[in-house]
Structures are given as C-alpha cells and as structure tokens.
C-alpha cells in the first residue's frame, strides 16, 4: 500500500508542505513621555516580522518585569488592555497577517505611566505569539525607570 502510494504520489505531483510559522523581533526601543489619548505614556517601538502567517492573527505584546525578571503584577482595577490573563502588567495588539511575510518598521505599543505600580525599575521585553503555535518570537529587554 505505501508503494502504491508513493506512485500515485509521484505521477500526481502530490507532496508534504513544511509549516515554517517564524517571527523575528529584530529591535525594541522605548520613548518617554509621549501623550497618547490623553495619557502620558511609554511608546514601545518595535521592529519585527512573521513569515508563513497569512491569514492568522498574531499577538504582537510587550511585558513588565522588576530588575530581578520578576513578573509585575498590573496594579488592581488596571484596564484589561493593560494586563495579561494571568494578570501581568503587559500591553498588545491583535493582528491579521494579510500576507505571506508581513514587515513592521515601526510598530508602536502605548501604556501609561499610571499603570505602573511604583516608582523604580522595570524592564520590558516584547513577544510575538501566535494562539496555535505559541511563542514565536521574544526581544531582549529594555531597561527604564518610573518615577511617581
């Protein structure tokens, strides 16, 4: 049977596709003091990509960690767009990949410095996710200080 197979396989063209989902966060910088809706806020900029991804909705997020890579919790009654399902300081967007390869050269992410929940250390590190097949990419971390 599997010979049979691999005839039919090779007169009709027939073959296996190799799923190459990737994502690549190739810089992150952060920029202080920048009003957005109102608020005054750290802009996280990223520059990424994702291959293979057309039509798929990806997680593009940044996370907030202490100087001892420490989980920040988001401080109680922070909006939902600032804090992960299992409560980490975090803020993201949802996106659909229209094309094969898909390029941001500047994609911004906004929270508010109210949001944080001391004055001190932090560090933010940012991931590309994807609900399937998780964890698709993740920056190195920037360090910055809040002052309150």
């Not at 900029?45 to 039509?55: A, F, R, T, Y």
């Not at 109210?114 to 994807?130: K, N």
Request: charged letters at 15%; hydrophobic letters at 40%.
């Amino acid at each position: 049977m599997k010979k049979l197979f691999l005839i039919f396989a090779a007169v009709f063209g027939l073959h296996t596709i190799s799923s190459a989902q990737s994502a690549d966060i190739s810089d992150i910088w952060l920029e202080h003091n920048v009003m957005y809706s109102g608020f005054n806020c750290i802009a996280i900029h990223l520059e990424c990509s994702v291959e293979d991804m057309q039509g798929k909705t990806v997680n593009i997020a940044a996370y907030f960690f202490d100087d001892d890579d420490n989980a920040i919790k988001a401080p109680y009654g922070a909006p939902a767009q600032f804090r992960s399902s299992n409560g980490q300081l975090s803020v993201g967007v949802n996106v659909r990949v229209a094309y094969e390869s898909a390029y941001w050269e500047d994609c911004v992410l906004y929270i508010p410095y109210g949001t944080f929940p001391y004055s001190g250390s932090y560090q933010c590190a940012a991931q590309i996710s994807h609900s399937m097949y998780g964890t698709l990419a993740v920056s190195s971390s920037e360090y910055f200080e809040v002052y309150k």
